[in-house]
């Protein structure tokens, strides 16, 4: 089955901060540990694009699904796959986010 996902610059940009900030607090196994398990999971959430739960205060269409201390936001696309919009530690005030 085809992995149908694509991360906007924000999703992006908070990989590469998650990973820079493990990578310079805990180690680069960790930061390495960590963001493989995001990916998997955005990977997962690919295949079953409704397995989040609604998020729609965030906005019209959005889910949100945990992945160990983060979240990830998404949206599931009409022809398949998910767009990830954000991806936050679970701890961090969402709304403020």
Do not use: C, W
């Not at 906005?59 to 936050?88: D, Q, W």
């Amino acid at each position: 089955m085809r992995l149908d996902f694509r991360l906007v610059r924000a999703a992006r940009r908070d990989i590469d901060e998650i990973s820079d900030y493990l990578a310079s607090e805990a180690s680069l196994d960790k930061a390495l540990e960590v963001i493989s398990a995001i990916m998997e999971t955005i990977r997962t959430l690919s295949r079953y694009p409704m397995a989040g739960v609604a998020a729609e205060q965030f906005g019209a269409g959005l889910r949100k699904f945990p992945t160990g201390n983060y979240m990830v936001y998404y949206r599931p696309r009409r022809s398949g796959g998910i767009v990830v919009l954000h991806v936050f530690h679970a701890a961090r005030d969402q709304v403020k986010a």
